[in-house]
């Protein structure tokens, strides 16, 4: 493809593309602009050009962390799979079985190679073949590997022939319908499964549900940073008695949570280390404005996010009075704006430790990453809530879709994993092939990012809204 000629147009390109993955250095936008603009510049223009508008980085090696190392990787696409298992936790499982036979491996080096295996016959019929690519070894989280560990571990299947039960799988799969929280001062309150909204009582749509294992995860994570993120609240006109009560018990202490299946039965009680744990929860600001205190308007200030890029916000206190008992909660009312010319388009609400000034954009960041498409998810829920939406697909139940087991004679039998994990694909984020997909991948400051030009919209909007995960980064399909 020939070089072009620096014109307006392809300056305004530069500085799209900078200003939507502004942790990228000349090298990375040169990359981007060639693999999803279909615009081929030599990086001196391109330096050229953030030069004059001041955004040229300062000279020297970026952190390994930061770097954006787009490189494109044959069958890129089945770094998707890997981004599903995180979820699904396929390849942990079968390293927790099968551990006990690979001696010479430690846990993670025999997860790798589980992996590695899992994946390479997609490719090539025999795993060695794998190994002289570098692209692939990148793609399965592996920077070199010795054919004598290849060796081994068919060595080790051909003597040992394992057979693994998948009944422990399927039990952390299950779908989980509802979660209680059970509050210091005596009152409960409910999410659903997914943690979209509030509820004031254990939610059984299977609309609203995800697997155990999800939500566990979730909770993991929210628990350890000590703030619980919610997609909405239902509210109109004022805050809903729903959500209030829930504020109010999470302020007085969070001492126990339960994980509720369809039934409504308890399929597993988290316990709480510390009480004091804080919220996050959003809100639709043509329906429901919160009363702000009284105070002087602050600027909307820039916030960057690896999926929706550049946002603006402004932050103000809240205060909402329950008059019966004159009870006042206090609250931080964010507004959002796509860029500083528009509407605000969404709001979120919560209350957060005095003083931590990294707290806040945290929690701010996770709550995009789980919830990219908040806004077009809060109207069509909230239609299908009241009874006027078309009904919403149901989740689909992963542990029906597991074998009962899977047997290892061979290194080949490993291919089975890879299927399993392609049909679960399939069935749970979109209809569409990930293998033998040309992409490529690079790791950033925040999230990996995946880029795949085959890859249809409507995929890459389910993929990033089931908030995957990677070397415990978020990861996002562009």
């Given at each position: ?215 566990r995860q979730r909770f993991k994570k929210m628990l350890e940073n000590k703030v ?52 996050v929860f959003g809100y639709s600001p043509q329906l429901f404005m919160p009363p ?36 006042t909660i206090n609250l931080n009312n964010f507004r959002i704006k796509s860029s ?139």
């Amino acid at each position: 493809m020939p070089k072009k000629k620096l014109t307006p147009e392809l300056k305004r390109a530069i500085l799209k593309a900078k200003k939507k993955f502004s942790g990228s250095g000349v090298r990375e936008l040169a990359v981007i602009l060639a693999d999803q603009y279909k615009i081929n510049l030599s990086k001196s223009l391109i330096h050229k050009v953030l030069k004059e508008k001041g955004l040229k980085e300062k000279p020297g090696r970026k952190n390994q962390s930061e770097a954006f190392q787009a490189r494109k990787v044959e069958s890129c696409g089945l770094m998707l799979l890997r981004a599903l298992d995180s979820q699904v936790g396929l390849f942990d499982y079968l390293t927790e079985k099968l551990k006990v036979y690979f001696k010479d491996f430690n846990p993670e080096q025999l997860k790798k190679i589980i992996t590695l295996a899992s994946l390479s016959f997609f490719i090539d019929k025999k795993l060695k073949i794998s190994l002289s690519r570098e692209g692939f070894l990148r793609l399965v989280g592996l920077r070199q590997i010795s054919g004598k560990s290849v060796d081994y571990f068919n060595q080790v299947l051909l003597a040992k022939r394992p057979v693994v039960s998948l009944e422990g799988l399927k039990n952390q799969l299950r779908p989980a319908s509802a979660v209680r929280f059970i509050f210091k001062n005596g009152s409960q309150g409910f999410s659903d499964g997914r943690l979209a909204t509030f509820w004031d009582k254990p939610q059984k749509s299977e609309a609203f549900s995800s697997s155990l294992r999800v939500l566990r995860q979730r909770f993991k994570k929210m628990l350890e940073n000590k703030v619980l993120i919610i997609g909405y609240t239902k509210s109109f006109n004022y805050l809903s008695a729903t959500a209030f009560n829930f504020i109010r018990g999470l302020k007085s202490g969070l001492t126990a949570v339960e994980l509720l299946g369809p039934a409504g039965e308890v399929l597993d009680r988290l316990k709480v280390t510390n009480p004091l744990v804080y919220l996050v929860f959003g809100y639709s600001p043509q329906l429901f404005m919160p009363p702000v205190v009284s105070q002087k308007p602050q600027r909307f200030k820039r916030f960057l996010h690896g999926e929706l890029g550049e946002l603006f916000l402004t932050t103000s206190p809240a205060a909402f009075r329950l008059t019966q008992e004159g009870i006042t909660i206090n609250l931080n009312n964010f507004r959002i704006k796509s860029s500083l010319n528009s509407s605000v388009f969404w709001g979120v609400l919560g209350f957060f430790p005095s003083g931590d000034k990294k707290f806040i954009p945290a929690s701010l960041n996770r709550y995009f990453y789980w919830w990219p498409y908040i806004y077009d998810d809060f109207f069509k829920e909230t239609e299908l809530v009241q009874g006027k939406g078309s009904s919403k697909p149901a989740k689909p139940d992963l542990s029906k879709m597991l074998p009962q087991k899977v047997v290892f004679t061979q290194t080949i039998d490993f291919i089975r994993v890879g299927q399993i994990l392609s049909i679960l694909f399939k069935e749970t984020v979109q209809g569409w092939e990930p293998k033998g997909k040309t992409g490529n991948f690079s790791l950033c400051k925040d999230c990996l990012r995946i880029t795949l030009k085959q890859a249809p919209r409507a995929l890459k909007k389910a993929f990033n809204q089931a908030a995957f995960e990677l070397e415990g980064r978020p990861v996002f399909l562009q």
